[in-house]
T-cell receptor, first 114, second 116 residues
Framework: DAKTTQPPSMDCAEGRAANLPCNHS???????VYWYRQIHSQGPQYIIH???NNETNEMASLIITEDRKSSTLILPHATLRDTAVYYC???????????????FGQGTTLQVKP | EPEVTQTPSHQVTQMGQEVILRCVPI?????FYWYRQILGQKVEFLVS????????KSEIFDDQFSVERPDGSNFTLKIRSTKLEDSAMYFC??????????????FGNGTRLTVT
């Protein structure tokens, strides 16, 4: 499984952009990068995913480097409610019944401060 | 927006008892998953389910556990003879597709299981 590396914690000022990095140097060509977050003990919340191109939705932007070995999740205007654990996950490629489970690591704890 | 719903939100049971955790996945989704999270630890994969059978399971998912889709809407996790170490949050998730990997998993807000 392609492994990801994230900093254990980050701070961000409210209203500023939060840039969360992720390294995935062993990613395979057909593996997607997914980002989820978990607020308190709620269920993981899907944020965004991508394969090669940069992606943007109403929650965030995902920047993937050209060699695909790293990516950055950008929350453009962080609010206090964005305080959460953010998970960068390389989704396991399918083979022989593999149903694309997500394997969660420790993630990055983002603290948004007033 | 459609969401995955789980009941109950909190279940307390005595050691050795059987519990059934219930989930209603998003209606057009075809792949279903159970995860658990012991307090302070990572979210761990338990099992995936497709076409009325288990597709993949982790080492955690031993004979104590079983899953079922008893009708067209519910997806259940049964834990037989519960142990203290089964105390955790249990999350259900569903996805439109599995092997395509271009369809995200959507998670419910979990059932907190407390075994006393």
């Amino acid at each position: 499984d392609a492994k990801t590396t994230q900093p254990p914690s980050m701070d961000c000022a409210e209203g500023r952009a939060a840039n969360l990095p992720c390294n995935h140097s062993t990613i395979s060509g057909n593996e997607y990068v997914y980002w989820y977050r978990q607020i308190h003990s709620q269920g993981p919340q899907y944020i965004i995913h991508g394969l090669k191109n940069n992606e943007t939705n109403e929650m965030a932007s995902l920047i993937i480097t050209e060699d695909r070995k790293s990516s950055t999740l950008i929350l453009p205007h962080a609010t206090l409610r964005d305080t959460a654990v953010y998970y960068c996950i390389v989704r396991v490629a399918g083979a022989g019944g593999n149903t694309g489970k997500l394997i969660f690591g420790q993630g990055t704890t983002l603290q948004v401060k007033p | 927006e459609p969401e995955v719903t789980q009941t109950p939100s909190h279940q307390v049971t005595q050691m050795g008892q059987e519990v059934i955790l219930r989930c209603v996945p998003i209606s057009n989704h075809l792949y279903f998953y159970w995860y658990r999270q012991i307090l302070g630890q990572k979210v761990e994969f338990l099992v995936s389910f497709y076409n009325n059978e288990i597709s993949e399971k982790s080492e955690i998912f031993d004979d104590q556990f079983s899953v079922e889709r008893p009708d067209g809407s519910n997806f259940t996790l049964k834990i037989r003879s519960t142990k203290l170490e089964d105390s955790a949050m249990y999350f259900c998730a569903s996805s439109e597709t599995g092997q395509g990997f271009n369809s995200p998993l959507h998670f419910g807000n979990g059932t907190r299981l407390t075994v006393t």
